[in-house]
């Protein structure tokens, strides 16, 4: 059978897209060899001039400053990686210019038909599904959608005022280069940079961008559901993903846990697709969505190696011609585009930045195998946090009959099963680094959608002699489901457990009128970086106020300090201990005042669980 590119051979618009083809490569070939020039330049500058004092790669792995040698030595370092990557990146594009240009001129020149078949086949789904399903999808996402915008106004948490503070707020230049903390979810700090200028500086403007993110997951999940297991498993997957709190919360956190999450589902349905069509337009989708899932944050290995893995798998269970070698030339250009779009922070912030800061450097093994056995707990219980007892039991027999039950998609779901699994084994060891629990929140839809198909499998078993009537039936206990645990949510005020320092408002509004000229602020790390952008927000410049902003204020003869009595808290398995305890010793020792130097501090404002305390030398 003629592929889309061999019809379209003699069409007008061939030409066209093998202009566009060799312009693209062209552009990644020369692009590359002048940024190598152009770094090369930039290291005689620097080994002739010496490294600008403000301008070098992170501390190292342990924070510690560096002196201005060693600071030159690994600034040279990661230029000379990125003169080497962009030196054989170009070369290789010049050295394989023609095939280069011939495969993507060929994935565009399919594109179009693949848009005209997906068209197709969502006329197609649209005409031959039933209203009350379709009606029941759209109620799903309403409600879902609601949910996330009735949560939106939660108070400021800690990482994504960090986000704001650290990146979104500054220069693209920082959102590209700077991974003073692994806290810069790049991808998604680009988003909300272009949020916050279109929308406004506000915290609303900052949550936009996973807001559309954790409202199009309902009905992603929707779709993978469907095409894996079935429309009835999509309906009731969809439903249970509009309703989990782990979804919720990373729906209003600005934080690029959602946008991942999103970014992974499509790139299920865009990879099964290439793996059992073998269209390059198809893969050319799977790779672009692949690249910015790995552009979100480096996390992004768990989600992807399970994804590449269960294709790997279903390519070889459906006998797809050519299913290995496409697989592996994708990984491999995915790689090679993932490097290249982190390395503006390799080559500015250096590369143990990003591949060897203190969350991801590897521990010893007799602080990781702990972890490690906790681990399966501490993720079992962030996939079910919030969820009602009933709930949870339920999924989980959903999730254990589709694997057993449901001959249809048994294959499909012992192989996605198998394969997420096997990532959580391997990745952590191979690492010696225990992931936090969030980073499962990709696990969450699969579930989901997994529990649907088995408790499809099962109504058909009990319903045998009224298979008619199943269809509806399990529409109709979705939307119960989704109604039920709505109502509970609500009613439990289950986001309030994820709330950091909700006093940070009213905190910044009494700060902005007591602190004067000269005055030091010393925020507590209970505190955290919400009272900070609270008062960005009010347009207060406390960076004036603090030491690590304003060296002039290490000698202020009066310093505010500002704790929480609820410490940090840490999610169990993470492997990070709570350091933070709510102790105005403990902030002192956290900025270096000399204790000794004041006398005893007085509180002058308490609200809630929030103190202001003033010291006086």
């Given at each position: ?526 505190a955290g970086a919400s009272l900070n952008f609270e008062l960005q927000m009010l347009g207060f410049d406390w960076r004036a106020y603090v030491a690590s902003e304003n060296p002039r204020n290490l000698d202020s003869p009066r310093i505010l300090t500002v704790l929480s009595r609820v410490p940090q808290l840490r999610q169990p398995g993470d492997g990070m201990p709570d350091l933070y305890a709510p102790t105005f010793a403990g902030a002192w020792q956290e900025e270096g005042v000399p204790i000794g130097r004041y006398g005893a501090p007085r509180r002058i404002f308490e609200y809630g669980d929030a103190e ?6």
């Amino acid at each position: 059978m003629a592929t889309a590119s061999e019809k379209q051979a003699g069409s007008p618009d061939r030409p066209r897209h093998s202009r566009i083809a060799l312009f693209c490569v062209l552009c990644i070939a020369i692009g590359c060899t002048a940024v190598a020039c152009g770094l090369l330049l930039h290291a005689a500058l620097l080994l002739h001039r010496g490294a600008p004092a403000g301008y070098a790669p992170s501390p190292d792995s342990l924070g510690k400053p560096l002196d201005a040698a060693h600071r030159l030595h690994r600034h040279l370092v990661s230029i000379a990686i990125g003169i080497v990557f962009h030196l054989l990146l170009g070369a290789f594009a010049f050295v394989r210019l023609r095939s280069w240009t011939a495969w993507l001129d060929s994935a565009l020149a399919d594109i179009p038909g693949e848009i005209g078949r997906w068209r197709s086949g969502a006329a197609d789904w649209w005409r031959t599904e039933s209203r009350f399903r379709l009606a029941c999808l759209a109620a799903i996402v309403i409600v879902g959608a609601g949910l996330r915008v009735y949560y939106l106004s939660e108070p400021p948490r800690s990482d994504e005022s960090l986000t704001y503070l650290d990146f979104a707020n500054r220069s693209l230049y920082s959102v590209f280069t700077d991974y003073g903390a692994p806290n810069n979810h790049v991808f998604h700090s680009f988003l909300a940079w272009i949020s916050l200028r279109v929308f406004g500086r506000s915290l609303l403007a900052l949550r936009i961008p996973v807001l559309v993110a954790g409202i199009w997951i309902i009905p992603a999940a929707y779709f993978v559901g469907r095409r894996l297991f079935g429309p009835r498993a999509g309906i009731l997957g969809s439903a249970l993903c509009a309703v989990s709190p782990g979804l919720l919360l990373y729906s209003n956190e600005a934080r690029g846990y959602g946008i991942l999450t999103l970014l992974f589902l499509l790139s299920a349905l865009a990879g099964q697709e290439a793996v059992a069509r073998q269209s390059r337009a198809a893969w050319l989708a799977f790779c672009t969505l692949s690249v910015l899932g790995f552009w979100v944050a480096p996390f992004a290995v768990y989600p992807y190696f399970a994804l590449f893995g269960w294709l790997f798998l279903v390519g070889r269970a459906n006998g797809s011609p050519g299913a290995t070698k496409s697989l592996a030339q994708a990984a491999a250009a995915v790689g090679i585009a993932t490097a290249a779009a982190y390395m503006p922070i390799v080559v500015v912030s250096g590369p143990t930045a990003l591949l060897m800061n203190r969350y991801v450097k590897p521990a010893g093994l007799a602080h990781f195998l702990p972890l490690y056995a906790k681990m399966p707990g501490a993720i079992a219980n962030f996939i079910d946090w919030g969820l009602p007892a009933w709930l949870i039991a339920a999924i989980a027999v959903g999730f254990v009959a589709s694997i057993l039950l449901d001959r249809k998609s048994a294959r499909s779901s012992a192989s996605l099963a198998a394969a997420i699994a096997l990532t959580f084994v391997v990745l952590p060891v191979a690492q010696r680094v225990v992931p936090f629990s969030r980073i499962s929140v990709f696990v969450i839809p699969i579930y989901c959608t997994m529990a649907g198909a088995g408790w499809t499998a099962l109504a058909m078993r009990l319903a045998r002699q009224h298979e008619a009537r199943v269809a509806p039936a399990m529409d109709a206990a979705a939307i119960a489901v989704l109604t039920a645990t709505a109502f509970l949510l609500v009613r439990s005020n289950t986001m309030a457990a994820r709330r950091y320092f909700p006093e940070a408002r009213v905190v910044a509004e009494y700060l902005s009128h007591q602190l004067r000229p000269g005055d030091r602020l010393v925020v507590g790390p209970s505190a955290g970086a919400s009272l900070n952008f609270e008062l960005q927000m009010l347009g207060f410049d406390w960076r004036a106020y603090v030491a690590s902003e304003n060296p002039r204020n290490l000698d202020s003869p009066r310093i505010l300090t500002v704790l929480s009595r609820v410490p940090q808290l840490r999610q169990p398995g993470d492997g990070m201990p709570d350091l933070y305890a709510p102790t105005f010793a403990g902030a002192w020792q956290e900025e270096g005042v000399p204790i000794g130097r004041y006398g005893a501090p007085r509180r002058i404002f308490e609200y809630g669980d929030a103190e202001v305390f003033e010291s006086r030398r």
